[in-house]
């Protein structure tokens, strides 16, 4: 009976150890990724990674924040500013208005148990919101976003260590914190450190941009030099935008922002890994194959995200996980001596203890969730442009997916002061980034194209949106003469294509039932319009009929290039 009772009991401390492998294997924040996302901005498929973002706001709570930063930074990405502007909107008043603490550098839920993100992550979101405006010449809400970036940050070092000392990183300040817990000041990570001035100089150089275009000089002025005092590089460029000699302002990103991983005791820190290397190498631009300029970059987001300041503190539970330890290991000793001894209270509290024990090193798990859509740097270049139809090349070094050919780019129009171009490289783009072609007409250019005078529907290489106009071009070269605008526009509703509203969504050249262009001088312009698509794969009767009668007539005069030289 003894030898059965022992292997019972055995097997019930068995079972506790486990159950408490178990817990432990079963918890812990192991961060979500959208590694489809990441893919399609690595492709420079701006349009679909842009809706992909959107897709997925319906579901989001938690993140909703990193949600609404990657929808309206991949739809401004795409040429689309004026989509991607509620939801720049709806991030700017979430990070405004929702528990926020006074200095901005907590990730934790706020009353609504929204995700804020890390403080760069939120710093850039609202960077986003301004460069959106910036690119709608909305000025005075582009200066009130960028503002928004410029909070304060926590600073331990003064009270921590000498000036000289190695940075601290989040093991160092958690050993800090048990010390002061242990010595009676259990809120020192709330209260012991030193609110300072942001060293973002991004959001100071966008801010001053914003307040050049309203004509606040001098204001322009003090967060130019904020911007160089943190970054001596933009100096130059300062200078440059504040000589006003240039009416166009380039906004680049380039590379993969750094990567967030779990590492320490029981995984409870974060911290980011460098995906695409720092690097000085500046942005080197050409405005109709002449140099206007090289651009050092103003934002390094390797260099941000290594700065205890601008990552969040709530990943400093070591304190959490060493008690944890404490309970698992008093809880252990109390589950063996009431299994030993048939004392079921014993047993139960040391179960308990165990449990809470493993709780609190579940808890201690560092999230590695993060917003895949940043960047690794940021560039902003003023340049002149003074012609319609502009070409202009961007590179970067020698870096892959590091240069650009943006075609029909137009100077300001009139009464503007400046105009805003946001570009997104793509480390694996194709060969449309570099082929500086318009291969579509399209309602952004009124330059020629080889095959404009016939719709994408039809077999041609127009996708104007239908107007008399457009009717006029296509019937000046024989076609659609027994058409009118109705019967053209018609046509496209019976494929299904929206011609009646400004939202985009994916181009008819992608698959999708937009005419919306986006805007020339951006990556989905490049991309759209600078490389060959399929034919038009009609789904209504009446568009096959009549694409196959212009395929006959095709066929008898000669390839398109014949028809309208190409640029």
Known sequence: MNTILLCGRRNRATWFGAALLLSIAAGGC????????????????????????????????????????????????????????????????????????????????????????????????????????????????????????????????????????????????????????????????????????????????????????????????????????????????????????????????????????????HDCFARFVPRTPSADEPATIAVNEALAGRFPLVQDLNALATDYRWTSLDDVRLARAILGDALVAGGAAAVGYGVSNDNTAATIGGGIAVAAGALQIVNAHADTTQDESLPQRVYMAPVNISRADSRVEITIGGQQGGRIVLTDVDPPGAGQKMRVHYVRLAPGGGSWQSSGRTLYANDQTKAPV?????????????????????????????????????????????????????????????????????????????????QEHPPYRPRSRRVAALAEQVSAVLAARGPASERVSSR
């Open 30 to 265: 192991a961060g979500s990724r959208d590694e489809k996302l990441a893919n399609l901005i690595d492709l420079g498929e701006y349009a679909r990674a842009g809706e992909r973002a959107v897709s997925e706001l319906g579901a989001e709570k938690t993140y909703r924040v990193r949600r609404l930063n990657q929808a309206q930074q991949l739809l401004c990405a795409d040429g689309r500013p004026e989509e991607a502007e509620p939801y720049a909107f709806e991030a700017f008043e979430i990070l405004r208005t929702r528990g926020m603490n006074a200095d901005q550098t907590v990730i934790t839920l706020g009353p609504d148990k929204t995700c804020k993100g890390e403080p760069f992550e939120q710093a850039m979101t609202y960077s986003y919101t301004a460069i959106n405006q910036l690119m709608l010449g909305k000025w005075d809400q582009a200066r009130a976003a960028s503002a928004s970036s410029l909070f304060l940050l926590k600073e331990f070092q003064d009270a921590e260590k000498p000036a000289n000392a190695p940075s601290l990183d989040h093991e160092a300040i958690a050993v800090a914190a048990v010390m002061k817990e242990q010595s009676g000041n259990a809120a020192w990570l709330d209260n012991g450190y030193q609110p300072v001035e942001t060293n973002f100089s991004l959001g100071y150089a966008l801010h001053g941009l914003a307040s050049l275009a309203l004509n606040r000089t001098d204001e322009a002025a003090d967060n130019f030099r904020k911007a160089s005092v943190y970054n001596p590089g933009f100096t130059a460029t300062a200078q440059s935008l504040l000589a006003g000699r240039d009416n166009t302002v380039f906004i680049i990103d380039y590379g993969r922002g750094p990567e967030k991983q779990a590492y320490g005791h």
């Open 450 to 530: 080889a095959g404009d005078d016939l719709p994408y529907i039809l077999g041609g290489r127009c996708v104007r949106t239908p107007t008399q106009d457009v009717l006029e071009r296509y019937r000046a070269a024989g076609w659609l003469r027994d058409l009118s605008l109705e019967d053209l526009k018609n046509l496209y509703r019976e494929e299904g294509i929206d011609i009646d509203s400004d939202h985009g969504g994916l181009h008819v050249l992608e698959g999708g039932a937009s005419l919306v262009a986006p805007r020339a001088g951006t990556a989905g312009y490049a991309r759209l319009f600078g």
